[in-house]
């Protein structure tokens, strides 16, 4: 039981740049959960997804695009990646709704665009 | 909209000590509250939570918190601290209506030996 996996854990990239965090769960869990940390700012929430083939937006959405593809993978994407998406993006899932469980969370994804 | 402050930006203590961290939310309703703990190169764990009842909530690692309705607060307490505490922990609180769940900015707390 591997819990929440996330690939990579580190990438650099150069401003203008795409990619994919990937994220996969083991738990089957319903909800998932994109964040980033950064310093001083606690997690802040990118979206999440209640459910299979669900996504909403959460507190920092923009320049970012999700895709739930199963129960168990939750994509996040940089489309155009942008200095001021330097940070740790932590993955998470939980077997309830948003909030009302407690959440378990990946090893994270230290990104840097330069 | 929904706001979570954490005290203390770094605490340094002794072990041995006690702890006490601070969290304050700023929404008046309904909410569910938690505190989780961010270990050295480790990712965020549940150290406890509080839903309803007994406003006294024990945690894992001998942590315990007290939600005081009156004051919006949740603050995190352990009697004695020892090093393997070091760490980074966050509140987060959660309204029972809508979907704001918020994270605070974090307090870290070094343990000296």
């Known amino acids: 039981n591997a819990g929440v996996t996330q690939t990579p854990k580190f990438q650099v990239l150069k401003t203008g740049q795409s990619m994919t965090l990937q994220c996969a769960q083991d738990m089957n869990h319903n909800s998932m959960y994109w964040y980033r940390q950064d310093p001083g700012m606690g997690l802040r929430l990118i979206y999440y997804?209640?459910?299979?083939?669900?996504?909403d937006k959460g507190e920092v959405p923009n320049g970012y695009n999700v895709s739930r593809l199963n129960k168990r993978e939750f994509s996040l994407r940089l489309e155009s990646a942008a200095p001021s998406q330097t940070s740790v993006y932590f993955c998470?899932?939980?077997?309830?709704?948003?909030?009302?469980?407690?959440?378990?969370f990946g090893p994270g994804t230290r990104l840097t665009v330069l | 909209a929904q706001s979570v402050s954490q005290h203390n930006h770094h605490v340094i203590l002794s072990e041995a000590a006690s702890l006490e961290l601070g969290c304050n939310y700023s929404?008046?309703?309904?909410?569910?509250l938690f505190w989780y703990v961010q270990y050295p190169g480790q990712h965020l764990q549940l150290l406890l939570k509080y839903f309803s009842g007994d406003p006294l909530v024990k945690g894992i690692k001998g942590f315990e918190a007290e939600f005081i309705k009156s004051k919006f607060s949740f603050n995190l307490r352990k009697p004695s601290v020892q090093w393997s505490d070091t760490a980074e922990y966050f509140c987060a609180v959660k309204r029972n209506y809508g979907q704001n769940f918020v994270f605070g900015p974090g307090t870290r707390l070094s343990v000296l030996p």
């Open positions: 997804s209640a459910s299979e083939g669900t996504t």
């Open positions: 998470a899932s939980s077997p309830g709704p948003y909030g009302a469980d407690t959440q378990y």
């Open positions: 929404y008046g309703g309904t909410v569910n």
